[in-house]
């Protein structure tokens, strides 16, 4: 596997393609005949982060923790709740969709079934240059022409293009997803789970295609997955999700090497080692209980009731996302792994707490 470049990420006064700002997204949970609001689930409650041009964003996190939600927020493809979104400099937040057509050409989503998001009855040349027919964009020397040049450039046989989904393989399949994702060559690509639903021998092709079309075409990512092997070889920074929250948030080379929060470490934990010899030499960490609904979270910091870290000031009041070291951000009262003034201010608060209780 080739390594992913960070010349974009390298450059902090650069101008974020993307900004996201307390971004929320509550569905309403009604009851009764007359549909009326008894509760909200809480999917995404306030995140805020930036995506740089050029640079790879993964989000990870478990399952119901808010990541698709997300994507499918940043692309509009869901109307938030709260927060702001501005992309390029424009607050796209509550953009009517006649306004956002436009925009489409430079946003776009690869979805994680890549059968189910293909029309089984059109077949591939009519599903890549589907974007040229909606957006009414001309080519020199036809769509056809086009579409068996993206069709090259995703590995796949450009005489495929009279062929109907169902004749691929997943992988080939994921491939259609991703030319018709280029036709208009955006700028930024929202990819959710974008190898998940394919075999294990067939991912890593995938993510090279991903890489290498990167940079190529020169595109920005949000990359979001549940398999951090994935998300450590792709990006160059990594946001961890809990619970509908951003607990941590650093370049690829911090997190993985020195997390801070409790949660990532037992994310971190429970990735297959390889060899053998040397999985006697970690720790894992066993999470007890189950993740909270979202419908009614834990007060406080959401991840208190599963942490074992957690004391009465995590139950009380809720730790922001706040820079620890070198750019890397953590949500924690009681961080793991940072510098010594950091460790002694936390070590502080926690005397502090424990006289309280007293």
């Not at 068996?148 to 495929?160: C, F, K, M």
């Not at 259609?176 to 959710?192: C, E, F, M, S, V």
């Not at 801070?260 to 999985?279: E, F, K, W």
Request: proline letters at 8%; a neutral charge; aromatic letters at 4%.
């Amino acid at each position: 596997m080739s390594t992913p470049t960070t010349d974009a990420a390298d450059l902090p006064d650069a101008e974020p393609l993307l900004a996201v700002s307390d971004l929320q997204k509550h569905f309403p949970v009604t009851k009764g005949l007359l549909k009326r609001q008894v509760g909200a689930v809480q999917a995404v409650d306030g995140i805020s982060f930036t995506v740089r041009k050029g640079e790879t964003l993964g989000l990870v996190g478990e399952s119901g923790c808010g990541k698709t939600t997300t994507g499918r927020l940043i692309t509009r493809l869901l109307d938030p709740t709260g927060g702001k979104i501005v992309f390029e400099g424009r607050d796209i937040t509550h953009m009517s969709q006649s306004r956002l057509r436009p925009l489409r050409r430079d946003m776009q989503m690869i979805f994680q079934d890549p059968y189910s998001s293909l029309n089984p009855r059109h077949t591939v040349g009519a599903i890549v240059g589907a974007p040229y027919r909606i957006q009414g964009i001309q080519t020199e020397q036809g769509v056809k022409k086009a579409v068996q040049e993206i069709l090259e450039t995703v590995g796949l046989n450009p005489e495929h293009y009279n062929r109907y989904p169902h004749e691929f393989s997943g992988g080939q399949r994921q491939r259609i997803g991703i030319a018709r994702t280029l036709a208009l060559k955006p700028k930024l690509i929202i990819a959710d789970e974008p190898v998940s639903a394919l075999d294990v021998s067939i991912q890593a092709q995938v993510v090279n295609l991903l890489e290498d079309i990167q940079n190529e075409l020169d595109l920005t990512y949000v990359v979001i997955a549940h398999d951090l092997s994935v998300v450590r070889h792709i990006s160059d920074r990594v946001a961890v999700m809990y619970l509908g929250k951003i607990v941590e948030l650093a370049d690829r080379k911090s997190l993985y090497g020195s997390p801070m929060h409790p949660y990532t470490n037992a994310l971190l934990s429970a990735v297959p080692v390889p060899d053998p010899r040397g999985r006697g030499e970690r720790d894992r960490i066993r999470l007890k209980g189950d993740v909270p609904s979202p419908l009614n979270p834990p007060p406080a910091c959401r991840f208190h009731t599963r942490c074992w870290k957690a004391q009465e000031i995590c139950k009380q009041q809720e730790p922001p996302l706040v820079e620890r070291a070198g750019g890397h951000q953590v949500a924690c009262h009681f961080p793991e792994n940072v510098p010594a003034q950091v460790a002694a201010d936390a070590a502080a608060v926690k005397a502090v707490d424990q006289g309280a209780a007293d």
